[in-house]
């Protein structure tokens, strides 16, 4: 089992971009998930999280642009960017702790978000 994160690429300052993370495998069973976004030379940072029962949160720098969302019976995943910054620019990984009765770190590959001026 594991996650795969999509949707990434280049977009203008103002566009939008939707990112999808799925979890691949036999999974009845996905926990919270988080989007994460890091720069080189950075840290990786929480952007959004949902919990099983879809409640959100956001980083401050994204309330209002950002909407998190999932559909556990796809067991997918969403992340919808609005009005992109170019300091939204980033690779974006999605992570959770527990897929099907597998409990641990599972991280998407990474996904490279540009937002250009």
């Known amino acids: 089992v594991q996650l795969q994160a999509s949707g990434g690429g280049l977009v203008q300052a103002g566009g939008y971009l939707r990112l999808s993370c799925v979890a691949s495998?036999?999974?009845?069973?996905?926990?919270?998930v988080g989007w994460y976004r890091q720069v080189p030379g950075k840290q990786r940072e929480l952007v959004a999280e949902?919990?099983?029962?879809?409640?959100?949160k956001y980083a401050d720098a994204v309330k209002g642009r950002f909407t998190i969302s999932r559909d556990n019976r796809k067991k997918t995943v969403d992340l919808q960017m609005d009005s992109l910054k170019t300091e939204d620019s980033a690779v974006y990984y999605c992570?959770?702790?527990?897929?099907?009765?597998?409990?641990?770190?599972?991280w998407g590959q990474g996904t490279q978000v540009t937002v250009s001026s």
């Open positions: 495998g036999t999974v009845f069973v996905m926990g919270d």
């Open positions: 949902v919990s099983e029962d879809a409640i959100t």
């Open positions: 992570h959770t702790k527990q897929l099907g009765w597998k409990f641990g770190d599972f």
